[in-house]
């Protein structure tokens, strides 16, 4: 039986992207004939894509396109921080990113429809699942369409924000900071949903109940904790991050510019992690790469 090296698992992963384990299995079966594993590899790659399909993709990254008018803002996931610096990864979400507000899919259903590069989005990412042994989904997206102007903000790809506007450039790029940065849940106090509204209050009154104060006074206190909330997550009301004299609103104002909407999206917001013993998994990979020597 062939000596299985480290530097033919390497030379092997290079070839393919496949994990480390992967390529020494695969080595191991063909007795070290490269072009062989190469084979048995890729012959592995469907199944291996189903079995990922199943698991929890908790990290990934944002991506934006815009033209003109046009543009889109998409989040797509992976399993692991390493895989969302993966360039196949990377590609695939900017192609899928320019799909989304090239041909306006109804859904992430119906994006993974739409062909792409000879195949199917689907197709193209039951491949790349193939390769990189992780889990891949485009989550979700936004397309704006109109006749306003587009900018966006990216955070190190893991906050995303899209803005809708009229006006100077510069201001509503500042604006795009200023909502990476301090996270918005609507443009004005009336755009804050009912729902948030309502924990709100009920935390409010909660707190206002234990105080012992006289029932108008609790009144008092509840509508004002909920004012300063809505002062808080509404974009125009906020305190503008680069002029703390100003609010977004003043600041918008003053450079004759008005926001119309915007949109963030945060990677993983909503979606329970995995929390993997990492010491626990490499030494078991340890254990089965010595099993097989």
Do not use: W
């Not at 390769?131 to 989904?137: A, F, S, Y």
């Amino acid at each position: 039986m062939a000596v299985i090296t480290a530097a033919m698992v390497g030379e092997l992963r290079a070839k393919t992207d496949a994990p480390m384990m992967e390529c020494k299995k695969a080595l191991t079966e063909a007795d070290g004939d490269m072009a062989r594993a190469e084979e048995i590899l890729r012959v592995k790659l469907g199944s291996k894509a189903g079995k990922a399909a199943s698991r929890v993709t908790a990290e990934g990254v944002i991506a934006a396109f815009i033209n003109g008018s046009t543009g889109a803002l998409l989040e797509v996931n992976c399993e692991t921080d390493f895989v969302s610096k993966n360039d196949d990864f990377l590609a695939f979400t900017q192609d899928c990113v320019k799909l989304v507000a090239e041909k306006n899919p109804a859904d992430v259903a119906a994006l993974l429809a739409l062909p792409l590069n000879g195949s199917t989005v689907d197709a193209v990412r039951a491949e790349i699942i193939g390769r990189i042994g992780e889990n891949v989904m485009p989550r979700r997206f936004q397309r704006f369409a109109g006749s306003s102007k587009l900018v966006s903000y990216l955070h190190d790809t893991r906050i995303g924000v899209m803005v809708e506007y009229e006006g100077d450039d510069t201001a509503a790029k500042d604006v795009a900071m200023h909502i990476a940065a301090m996270k918005p849940v609507a443009l004005s106090m009336d755009d804050v949903p009912a729902a948030a509204i309502a924990i709100e209050r009920n935390v409010a009154v909660q707190k206002a109940a234990e105080s012992g104060k006289p029932p108008e006074i609790v009144a008092k206190m509840v509508e004002g904790s909920v004012q300063k909330y809505l002062k808080e997550v509404s974009l125009l009301n906020q305190t503008f991050v680069k002029n703390d004299k100003q609010s977004v609103e003043q600041m918008l104002k003053a450079a004759n510019t008005v926001v119309k909407g915007f949109k963030m999206y945060v990677v993983g917001e909503g979606i329970e992690k995995r929390h993997d013993d990492f010491a626990a998994e490499v030494a078991a990979q340890v254990a089965a790469a010595q099993a097989t020597t």
